[in-house]
């Protein structure tokens, strides 16, 4: 009987166990949520990382959703590596796994789906029990890193930055009209300089108003030059951080063991 009661406690103390175990972990997913809503990403990262060290206790939903909120942080902070490790780490659960195209953005949508076609589900879902003789996989990632490097070139002439991401149509025509826009702007403000300087040294009254004629139009001129110029500027900013973010196409495929100890899966982002 005493027996009984041992052991009917020490059943009794494991359920509760595990109930606050995963009480804790959906807890977790809802404090990375709230991050992931504040666009606090190294946050979400960062309670990401905690959550995955004690991934048994979560459903299979809470670990899609921590794995979802970590690639999209990893993403909008370029980090395009972590974040195609954190798909993959969904894929290797689920191949058929889809993102919510209401959740997230069609560009985010965009590199899941480009992952999951070309993702070696036959590589991830095989057994290791079946080819004892190898070693567990191992996964190399490799990525272009030419957009952060266009980011400087791009500030200081606008359309530089197209051109090194291979955007080279759209690049020439922004290069040529910021080019065009910058030179005229900077002749048209010596220009001006110089008929100010001669309105105001003007002494008849009549050579004062043609100075000043001739000072006020191209003052005008000047300046909306100047303001074209700078649309250009935060035109050409915008399209190259916010809309030519890398996304696809993405090739991934399985390396030949070089040495005999591992296989690779390499991955590269073209523009």
């Known amino acids: 009987m005493i027996r009984r009661l041992i052991i009917l406690q020490i059943i009794l103390l494991f359920v509760v166990s595990v109930m606050?175990?995963?009480?804790t972990a959906t807890t977790e997913v809802g404090g990375i949520a709230q991050k992931f809503r504040?666009?606090?990403?190294?946050?979400?990262?960062?309670?990401?990382?905690?959550?995955?060290?004690?991934?048994?206790?979560?459903?299979?939903?809470?670990?899609?959703?921590?794995?979802e909120m970590k690639a999209v942080s990893h993403y909008s902070k370029m980090e395009m590596t972590e974040a195609l490790n954190s798909f993959v780490e969904i894929l290797k659960i689920d191949p058929g796994h889809e993102l919510d195209p209401v959740k997230y953005s069609p560009k985010i949508v965009a590199f899941y789906n480009e992952i999951k076609v070309n993702f070696p589900v036959e590589?991830?879902?095989?057994?290791?029990?079946?080819?004892?003789?190898?070693?567990?996989?191992?996964?190399?990632?490799r990525q272009d890193r030419s957009f952060k490097k266009s980011i400087l070139p791009s500030l200081v002439l606008p359309g530089t930055g197209?051109?090194?991401?291979?955007?080279?149509?759209?690049?020439?025509?922004?290069?040529?009209?910021?080019?065009?826009?910058?030179?005229?702007?900077?002749?048209?403000s010596i220009d001006c300089a110089n008929k100010e300087k001669d309105y105001l040294n003007a002494v008849d009254p009549g050579d004062i108003d043609a100075k000043y004629?001739?000072?006020?139009?191209?003052?005008?001129?000047r300046n909306a030059l100047w303001t074209a110029y700078a649309a250009i500027w935060l035109y050409t900013q915008v399209d190259l951080i916010f809309l030519q973010k890398p996304s696809a196409p993405i090739q991934v495929g399985l390396l030949p063991p070089g040495d005999g100890r591992a296989l690779g899966l390499a991955w590269r982002v073209r523009f």
């Open 20 to 23: 606050a175990y995963a009480e």
């Open 38 to 67: 504040a666009f606090d990403y190294d946050a979400v990262i960062e309670l990401s990382n905690k959550a995955l060290t004690h991934a048994d206790a979560l459903s299979q939903e809470e670990l899609f959703q921590i794995l």
């Open 123 to 141: 590589t991830v879902s095989q057994p290791v029990e079946q080819e004892p003789e190898k070693p567990d996989t191992v996964i190399v990632y």
């Open 162 to 188: 197209h051109l090194l991401i291979g955007k080279r149509q759209k690049g020439m025509i922004l290069t040529t009209l910021s080019a065009a826009t910058l030179a005229t702007s900077i002749w048209l």
């Open 213 to 221: 004629a001739e000072y006020n139009s191209s003052y005008k001129t």
